[in-house]
């Protein structure tokens, strides 16, 4: 069964204090593994694409990594600006017309 | 920010009324997807299209259908609300090839009393 998982469900950060969160998938042929940000009261906002292990992006303070089972979303420095819940896809290769998602991780940076 | 628009944005009616929510894209894109969320479930798909009146069921999709006439509409129907649909609807649009990525529409706040 394809299946998504996001760990930890909540984080607390002081400004500045660096760290990742995590999301393991289960999936049979992987097409691409994405990552969101959501703001309360808002859709999620897309941030990162990764089809092969191996692969990383940055953007500003984020860089997300992707390996066979799991990816990882590391946050440099963070502000209390990043301050969201990210959220994790999958988009399997047998049936592209899915997403799967993981329940997401609520991060807190604190001043 | 990808053209996707929801309507109405937010909705109170009552048990056992028709509700339609309207999500309507001016990408061009050729998937479309209703989502709801809630705590502690995530975002959990109910149904999605493929191409103008080609449709298919999400892992959620008991009380709802779904419509596509064009290409940039994709219509929600709750064909007679109950408390627990009380949610938060997103549609979401991708395309193909450099275009797979899913965008986000803003969302649809429904409370059914």
């Known amino acids: 069964e394809d299946q998504v998982t996001q760990s930890p469900e909540a984080l607390r950060l002081q400004e500045g204090e660096s760290s990742s969160l995590n999301c393991s998938y289960t999936?049979?042929?992987?097409?691409?593994l994405f990552w969101y940000r959501q703001d309360p009261g808002k859709g999620p906002e897309f941030l990162f694409t990764?089809?092969?292990a191996g692969e990383e992006k940055e953007k500003e303070r984020l860089k997300a990594t992707l390996t066979k089972k799991e990816s990882f979303l590391h946050i440099t420095a963070p502000k209390p600006e990043d301050s969201a819940t990210y959220l994790c896809?999958?988009?399997?290769?047998?049936?592209?017309?899915?997403?799967?998602f993981g329940s997401g991780t609520k991060l807190n940076v604190k001043p | 920010d990808a053209g996707i628009t929801q309507s109405p944005r937010h909705k109170v009616t009552e048990t056992g009324t028709p509700v339609t929510l309207r999500c309507h894209q001016t990408?061009?894109?050729?998937?479309m997807y209703w989502y709801r969320q809630d705590p502690g479930h995530g975002l959990r798909l109910i149904h999605y299209?493929?191409?103008?009146?080609?449709?298919d069921k999400g892992e959620v999709s008991d009380g709802y259908s779904v419509s596509r006439s064009k290409t940039e509409d994709f219509l929600l129907t709750l064909e007679s609300a109950t408390s627990s649909q009380t949610s938060v609807y997103f549609c979401?649009?991708?395309?193909?090839?450099?275009?797979?990525?899913?965008?986000f529409g803003p969302g649809t706040r429904l409370l059914v009393l």
């Open positions: 979401a649009i991708s395309g193909e090839g450099a275009q797979e990525t899913q965008y």
């Open positions: 999936v049979s042929g992987l097409r691409g």
């Open positions: 990764l089809y092969s």
């Open positions: 896809a999958v988009r399997p290769s047998y049936n592209f017309n899915k997403f799967y």
């Open positions: 990408e061009n894109h050729r998937y």
């Open positions: 299209s493929y191409g103008v009146k080609d449709t």
